[in-house]
Structure formats: structure tokens, C-alpha cells
């Protein structure tokens, strides 16, 4: 939940930008049982954001197929390990990534969220500057 929290920081310090974030809350440690109830779900309180509950891990097991059918895509030099559940993860997608058949490559990708906060501040920022100077063109 920390990183829940340091997200919403870390959008409130991009206001104005152009930007959605989907929120993903999985059943990954023991007391997950349910899906997360409303003060949870209010650590992200940016109307940007966008908050799911993947119970059966759909989310998770798609980006770990996509990653292990070609780890090289992805930054990784072999595949992610069986039974691999991704989350705590941050990725930022640039404004025209579209997640199709596979995830896209993410500009950057990180975690646990609280641990890269500010890598993850970078990365926005610059995919906010691309933005803005595509719009330009």
C-alpha cells in the first residue's frame, strides 16, 4: 500500500499532464482475500487513475507470457521463472503504446513502487517532453 501512496505523490507533482494510469490490485500475499476496500483504494485519489481488482491474475500472467516469448524484447536475458506473479511494478508506456496481442515495451519499468519513485519521475517526465514535441510537429 505504500506504493499505492507514493504514486498518488508522485502524480499530484504532474497535475496538469496528459496522462491515465491503470491501477492493477491482485491476490498475491496471504491476506488478499478480497478485493481492496474503499481507504485502500483511496490512496490513489487522482482522477486519472483507473483501479481494477484481477482476481485469477489475468493482468500478471499475460505480461509474464509476453515477456517469456521473447525475453530479449523485454530487457530480460532469459524468461521470467514459472509461477512468476508480477506486481509491485511500475511501467511507463509512451502516449501512442497500445497493448494488443502483446504488452508493449515499456520506456521504463520498475519496482517495488515505492523503491523508484524518482527513476519513475524521470521517465514520465520524459515521456511527457516526446509528447509535447510530437503535438508540436
Known amino acids: 500500500m505504500r506504493g499505492a501512496s507514493a504514486l498518488d505523490e508522485l502524480l499530484a507533482e504532474f497535475p496538469d499532464a496528459p496522462v491515465r494510469v491503470q491501477v492493477i490490485w491482485e491476490p498475491v500475499i496471504v491476506t488478499d482475500i478480497a478485493p481492496p476496500m474503499t481507504g485502500v483504494l483511496r490512496l490513489i ?8 481488482w484481477d482476481p485469477e491474475l489475468v493482468v500478471s500472467d499475460d505480461i509474464v507470457r509476453a515477456v517469456n516469448s521473447d525475453p530479449a524484447r523485454y530487457g530480460f536475458d532469459e524468461p521470467l ?18 497493448w494488443e ?22 521517465a514520465l517526465a520524459a515521456e511527457l517532453a516526446v509528447s509535447t514535441e510530437d503535438e508540436q510537429e
Open 45 to 52: 485519489d487522482d482522477p486519472r487513475a483507473t483501479q481494477y
Open 101 to 122: 496481442a502483446d504488452l508493449p515495451v515499456p520506456a521504463y519499468y520498475g519496482g517495488p513502487v515505492v523503491g523508484v519513485v524518482d527513476e519513475t519521475r524521470k
Open 81 to 98: 521463472p514459472p509461477g512468476f506473479v508480477a506486481w509491485d511494478v511500475v511501467a511507463v508506456f509512451g502516449r501512442s503504446e497500445r
